[in-house]
């Protein structure tokens, strides 16, 4: 029986720290980037939620310095990256698609966000790290977060 009990313990203990294979853990979210282009933000976002999962949204120092050295570190050769973030409603107001909280610690490229031709309303990381706005209906790849098992499943 106590080993028993050691034994579901230590399982729990295994699983409640993982994120999907192909995932990367960073405090409680797992993100993925995505090796292909899944055209538009809009297909970008879709693909997450196919997985329960939503389009990266740092909104912690933390997470925006992570995603930074993961993008410079790991990730140089695909271009941009779509997160979830937009100005699609009012422009020049750039919001986290799930909360619609206003976006307020982005680190923005030099010059940017400029809404070039007007027609720059959704939110990439930049392979350098810094954030850009691009058109919504390039061909990017993209960042999903998922919370990961720990923060889903420690009160259980
Ligand atoms: C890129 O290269 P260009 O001028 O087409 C970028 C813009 C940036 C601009 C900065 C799709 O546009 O968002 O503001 O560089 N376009 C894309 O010079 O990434
Ligand atoms: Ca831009």
Redesign the pocket.
Known sequence: MRSGLLLLFSLVGTLVQACPSGWIQHGERCYFFSIVDAGSWSEAGGYCRNFNAQLAEPDTPSAVTFLDGEVRDKHPKQG?YYLGGSDFFVEGEWRWASSLNVITNAPW?S??P?D?LGK?DCL?LTIIGYW????CN?SLPFVCQVDNEFSQTAIG
């Open positions: 941009e490229g010059g940017e400029n070039q720059e990439a850009n706005d691009v058109p390039t």
